[in-house]
């Protein structure tokens, strides 16, 4: 559909945030709630949302990502009636991927035909791990078993690209649980894995755990070496590890989240979802009662919004480039060492350690690179 000035508007992605879980897990600082009360509420507010001018009239979709929080809480028949008004306004395109996060415990053969239903073309299951005593100390309201089942329902129903979440660097894994939970997600077979360092840097219980028992959790070596030996099991069984923290089987890369780091539009919804639209960003409030007050005031629920400048956006281009296993054209890799020296001098380094590589006219990180791409990473920001 064209603007008022007569130009086509260009198809985005949309990220929608439903923050609603059944408790909190011991290692999450996402925004989410455990009042499941304000699920009214909060579908109205993000219907509302759009109309504040959070999604540019006639704006089309390519792709959509459902994110929490938990989605799979969400009442099937109210999802649907939120789905139904939004596209009603903001049509997919042909092909369009969406993407929906669900939880182990709550993958039933009813969710899935619901899902199915609606559209939903992509599962991204959180399992993080088929261990037992690592889900124990993760605070999941799943086991192993629940975990398999729910992954094998969603790959037996056919009609889904299926993401399974592993998460590494948790109290008590070593190479043999790592090595079991890896031969049960090969034996599985989903089209796309996301492996996540568990991230330290926010309040959790389990950094208020490590503090106190630090030797319950591996080591940073460990760590390092759980990263690349996920990395050699798994292109070995015919991944692709194309981003940092994510693999697939060729042709299932996530769609939607491709688009953040090639820099493509993508507008938000919901509480603490982030948008980008050229060099524009913005965040909502992060909080839900935040979101919720704002909107029903008929305000756009915004807690910033900023342009990158040209020096902040080729430091972007580059940083994001670099996550992916493509890389970035060498010629913006030596724009970005001559504007930021100390990125450049760092690059070098990482050259010279073998964490980054130049072939093809494109820059590139290797995966020990990526394990340490923070520190060259510091020098973009
Ligand atoms: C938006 S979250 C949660 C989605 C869904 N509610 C779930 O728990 O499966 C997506 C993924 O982020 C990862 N994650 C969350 N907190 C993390 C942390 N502190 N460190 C590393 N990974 C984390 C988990 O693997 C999780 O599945
Ligand atoms: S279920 Fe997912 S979003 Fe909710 S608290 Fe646990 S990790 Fe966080």
Known sequence: MPDRRGDPVPA?????????????????????????????????????????????EGTRLATVYLGGGTPSQ????????????????????????????????????????????????????GVQSFEDAELAVLDRRHDAARAEAAARLALEAGRFAVNLDLMLAVPGQDRPSLGRTLSKLLGLGPHHVSVYLLEMDKPHRLRALHARAPE???????AAEAYLHVHDVLTGAGYEHYEVSNFARPGHRSRHNLRYWLREPVHALGAAAHGQAGNRRWANLDTVSGYLDAVESGTRPVAWENRLSALEALAEEVMLGLRLAEGVAEGR???????????????EAFSGLGY?????????LTPRGWLVSNELFAELV
């Open 74 to 125: 969400i009442p099937a028949p109210a999802l649907a009636r939120f789905l139904d008004r939004l596209l009603a306004r903001h049509p997919l395109l042909p092909g369009a991927e969406v993407t929906a996060e669900a939880n182990p415990e709550d993958v039933t053969a009813e969710l899935l035909a619901a899902w199915a239903a609606l559209g939903i073309t992509r599962l991204s299951i």
């Open 12 to 56: 985005t992605g949309l990220y929608v945030h439903l923050p609603f879980c059944a408790s909190r897990c011991s290692y999450c600082t996402f925004t989410v709630t455990t009042r499941r009360e304000l699920i009214p509420r909060y579908l109205a507010a993000l219907e509302r949302e759009p109309g504040l001018g959070s999604l540019p």
């Open 356 to 364: 980054a590589e130049a072939d093809g006219g494109r820059v590139r």
């Open 216 to 222: 319950r959790f591996p080591g940073e070596d460990a």
């Open 333 to 347: 890799c030596e724009a970005a060492a001559r504007a930021i020296p100390a990125f450049g001098e760092t690059l």
